[in-house]
């Protein structure tokens, strides 16, 4: 069975940082592309980042483009992101979530096959 865990949210005040982890079991990491996604209050899903499976290559919606970095450890089945100069408007629930092939936009979340519980990050001004 499948399992994506989210960890590492919490309360932070603006211009702070948090790194997530997402620790992956029932599948071997490498095989998959990872990504994270996030969902704020009243709002849709959106993408944040996204990795390849060996790692070469990344991609970054514009918010975080700059302030976050994605890196994943296939010999440990994990993956995090540092996310660095945050903002209030990153508040939201985030979501590990893992698909066959790398997908870097919101409109391309149904092509990934497998999310976690995801973790909350609350950025105070």
């Known amino acids: 069975q499948v399992q994506l865990v989210e960890s590492g949210g919490g309360l932070v005040q603006a211009g702070g940082s948090l790194t997530l982890s997402c620790a992956a079991s029932?599948?071997?990491?490498?095989?998959?592309?990872m990504a994270w996604f996030r969902q704020a209050p009243g709002k849709e899903h959106e993408f944040v980042a996204a990795?390849?499976?060996?790692?070469?290559?990344?991609y970054y919606d514009d918010s975080g483009e700059g302030r976050f970095t994605i890196t994943r450890d296939n010999a440990k089945n994990t993956v995090h992101l540092q996310m660095n100069s945050l903002k209030p408007e990153d508040t939201a629930v985030y979501f590990c979530?893992?698909?066959?092939?790398?997908?870097?936009?919101?409109?391309?979340?149904?092509?990934?096959?497998?999310w976690g519980q995801g973790t909350q990050i609350t950025v105070s001004s």
């Open positions: 029932g599948l071997t990491l490498i095989d998959y592309a």
């Open positions: 990795i390849s499976r060996s790692g070469g290559r990344s």
């Open positions: 979530e893992a698909g066959k092939e790398l997908y870097y936009s919101t409109n391309a979340e149904d092509m990934y096959e497998y």
